[in-house]
């Protein structure tokens, strides 16, 4: 996995809670799976352009998650979107905002005034440059690989960037301080260095646990490979049973076992 498609994957969740979706409402309105939605998010899976032009019409900034460059359309569309305030005679203010898909609105009545506003990143002066961002970007993948090998429940690339994200004290990796980054290496070696001290189990069953899945599916299905390779787009929208999480894996499984079982009777 390289570092691209972990910034896509990274700015895909950054647009989805931009616009107020949880991750199973945007998976529903996408019609793909939860699960298949979290590959996406987490890099684990190249994003479809059938995917894209869904999320396209859900108002997903295409050209941001694809570059980090926010597209013209998408600042019209902010900038249209944006709440109108009336204050009338003796101070009274009304707001009107329109709701986009997938919002929930709550009515607060409160005498603070909140500005949010999206922080610019400044790659080199004020923030991490691109090639150590790259660097971050790699350790990180490596973290992950090891968690793989060592937990039964190891960290996600977006648990991993969470924690260094809330240890350096920002909302994205990109707004690391060009001044912190020796601290946010340091932070990612040093869990590196906790990672190698343990004992490297947990792959080997794990590798071992999927070819004889893959075995068993393949021998089931040989004499209708027409069939496994329409499942797996249908449901999964990938072509492998290498592409498949350890769950998905399960799901083609059963649905194998059920219908050898089928034929059987017939």
């Known amino acids: ?69 926010e597209s013209e359309n998408r600042k019209t569309v902010t900038a249209a979107l944006q709440p109108s305030v009336n204050v009338s005679s003796q101070g009274t203010a009304n707001v009107v905002q329109f709701a986009q898909l997938g919002s929930t609105i709550n009515m607060v009545s409160t005498q603070k005034h909140v500005t949010n506003t999206k922080a610019e990143v400044k790659a080199g002066t004020e923030h991490i440059s691109e090639s150590q961002a790259a660097k971050l970007t790699k350790l990180v993948k490596y973290i992950v690989e090891l968690e793989s090998r060592v937990k039964k429940k190891p960290s996600s690339f977006r648990g991993v960037w969470a924690s260094l994200n809330e240890y350096c004290g920002v909302t994205r990796y990109r707004l690391i301080p060009f001044t912190s980054y020796e601290k946010a290496e340091t932070f990612l070696n040093r869990w590196i260095g906790r990672l190698n001290a343990q004992p490297m189990a947990a792959i080997s069953d794990n590798i071992e646990w999927r070819k004889r899945r ?33 769950d998905e894996l399960t799901k083609v499984y059963r649905a194998v076992t059920g219908k050898k079982r089928r034929v059987k009777r017939n």
């Open 1 to 69: 996995m390289d570092m691209i498609r972990i910034d896509i994957a990274l700015r895909l969740v950054e647009e989805r809670t931009r616009l107020g979706y949880s991750q199973a409402n945007f998976a529903k309105q996408l019609n793909v799976s939860r699960e298949g939605l979290r590959l996406y998010e987490t890099g684990q899976r190249g994003i479809s352009a059938e995917f894209l032009a869904g999320a396209a019409a859900l108002g997903i900034d295409v050209q941001y998650v694809l570059t980090g460059i």
């Open 214 to 246: 893959y075995a068993y599916i393949k021998i089931n299905t040989k004499d209708d490979e027409k069939w496994l390779e329409s499942y797996l787009r249908k449901n999964f929208q990938v072509t492998s049973l290498t592409d498949l999480s350890d």
